[in-house]
């Protein structure tokens, strides 16, 4: 089934992470959540990676649930975080090689994170990081809840707005793609690529900018927009003839899976 039909289907989430990246279920028990919502169709897109996607397929298939294969791809545009969704896509050995020195940069930049929260005295280790990785890719998320863990803050977005987003001082920069490079690894792994919630980008000129790149699509619906940004978003879309696509990003039980404000008129 094509993404227009899916959107046309309004029972769809296309914006999903799990313990693969930093979600905190497992991409099983995510699949189970949706056919317990009546979702019939879910994309997994973890960040980074693919290695929760074969576990996903095969429960979706046990509980009659569509599962595309995705993932969220980091790319960097001027400084600013440009997050691409990939649909359908399939493994290559581009892919694979990719994927794998991100993995391993993540890995060692999750170290100087670590480094750095030491230096300013709330020390933690890579294991205490790991717990909550449950085996899949490091990401920030992780390090913040080891850091609320040890007592030193209240709560992750605590450590997010005051030590570890972009610019503050335990942050360290991912291994950085072009968005042009990102979609083009998508487009060379059979996939379509879809622009991340736009509104966090906090800037529709860029927004606009880069629609102008080869994006099959613009993510219009997101927790994080309310009406007014969907109807924008929606005509930015149409404007430079991009598909448009939807998702809860899905990451935790405070997230609702299937909810993020859709209005089809």
Known sequence: MDIGKIIESGSFDLHVHTTASDGTLSPSEVVFLAAQKGISTIAITDHDTTAGLKEALQTGKEMGVTVIPGIELSTKHEGITIDILGYYIQETEELTKVLKKMKEHREDRTQLIINKFCEIGMPISIEDVKRYSQGGVLARPHIAKAIVEKG?????????????GDGKVCSVDKMILSPYEGIKLIHNSRGIAVMAHP??????????????????????????????????????????????????????ENHSLGQFGIDFE
């Open 199 to 252: 509104l966090l980008i906090q800037n529709d000129q860029i927004v606009e900018d880069l629609m102008k790149l080869p994006f099959d699509g613009l993510e219009v619906w997101h927790r994080s927009h309310n009406q007014e940004d969907v109807i924008r978003y929606k005509y930015i879309a149409r404007k430079y003839g991009k598909i448009v696509t939807g998702g809860s990003d899905f990451h935790d």
């Open 152 to 164: 030193y803050l209240r709560n992750s977005q605590e450590v997010f707005d005051l030590y570890l």
